[in-house]
């Protein structure tokens, strides 16, 4: 998981807010991360402990910490705009590129298909 934004903003905030959720699955509480959890809430417990072992996660940004998180093992590399293209794709038109990620000026901006849809919903 590379240069990503998780969370909401105020997620910090509630009651049982976690960074890194170990222990319990579906607990109803909010976690930046929770992996090697099945899916199913019957399971409670992890059930691929090498998942959180051999995950690579940084130069994400997440509203629990209100910053970008590196890992202390990788250096720290600036981030090209997007991992997949190596530019904006025609439909972009004039919006933002890259429209997400810990870099971005407030995070996020609408892509082209949010911006189309609200025009069709009225909103």
């Not at 590196?70 to 997949?84: A, G, K, T």
Request: net charge negative; with cysteine; proline share 11%.
């Amino acid at each position: 998981m590379v240069g990503n934004v998780l969370g909401r903003p105020g997620d910090a905030d509630l009651p049982g807010a976690v960074y890194d959720q170990t222990a319990g699955n579906c607990l109803g509480t909010v976690a930046v991360y929770k992996v090697g959890y099945p899916s199913n809430c019957a399971v409670d417990t992890v059930s691929d402990a090498e998942v959180a072992a051999t995950l690579l996660r940084t130069g994400n940004f997440d509203y629990f910490n209100q910053a970008t998180i590196w890992d202390p093992e990788v250096p720290e590399q600036p981030l090209p705009p997007s991992l997949y293209l190596d530019r904006a794709p025609d439909s972009f038109g004039s919006t933002p590129w890259p429209p997400i990620g810990p870099d971005v000026s407030g995070y996020i901006h609408d892509i082209p298909a949010k911006v189309r849809f609200d025009a069709i919903q009225g909103g």
